[in-house]
């Protein structure tokens, strides 16, 4: 499975880990994300005044226009398992009160890429963005990489991959064909860090409850969940030599 990275302007990666929906078991690869802010900077100025200063509100329309642009290229690569990627924008800041010309302008945006791409490929891509933007409308334009969630790939035949999705079949009417994560997690750290190829994610419950207000695991779910764990690790300490 894949598990990708994740957050403000973002990254993503390929297949990997297992996860389970409502008792069911699917082989996932998970899409990476990093967020990214841009800003246009300049001097703050009272209202009063403005021509004493550059507003940097009008200026960041072509930025935004630019990053609209990515989005719909980025939307043409999609991964078999990930789905696609993107490059939402996510934040819009300007200004701090109604009587003053703001000193900048921030824009983040929330990138999400297939295990296929590196941060370095993003990173790249978006300079190459900015910079060409900048200099075609003469902008100031500073952006940094706030958070990183790298992406991670496992091969969706891997032995946990196998026996969680066999004792998970058994015991809901579920497909076990493979299927991709849009979203990042540990799973990233074990695999690109620990080299622990044959990890997957896994567990009961709904995952687009995930990070909401009433995010919970209902009873039922979670008991299927937990009688499929305790057969898939007494079957993986079986194969054990």
Known sequence: ?????????????ASGPIVSRDGANETK?????????????TTPQHAAYPDQGTNPIPTILPVLEALKDYDARVRERDHPLCGREYASMTGLDAGTK????????????????????????V??????????????YGLDIDW??????ESAETDVDNPTARVLRSHGAAAVDVSTE?????????FRNLVNEGGMTNSV???PGDVSQA???????????????????????DDLLEREP
């Open 29 to 41: 690869p998970c899409r990476g994300t990093t967020p990214w802010v841009g800003l246009t900077p």
């Open 211 to 233: 990070g909401t207000f009433d995010e919970h695991v209902d009873l039922e779910s979670a008991t299927v969940g937990l009688n499929v764990l305790g057969r898939a690790v």
């Open 178 to 186: 493979p299927a991709g994560a849009p979203w990042s997690c540990d």
């Open 98 to 121: 109604e009587n003053v010309i703001p000193e900048q302008a921030t824009v983040t945006i929330d990138r999400r890429f297939s295990p296929s791409r590196s941060i370095e490929d």
């Open 201 to 203: 994610v896994w567990g």
């Open 123 to 136: 990173s790249g891509e978006i300079d190459e963005v900015l910079s060409d933007v900048a200099d075609r």
């Open 1 to 13: 499975m894949a598990v990708s990275a994740r957050r403000a302007v973002s990254t993503s990666l």
């Open 144 to 149: 940094e990489r706030t958070q990183l969630y």
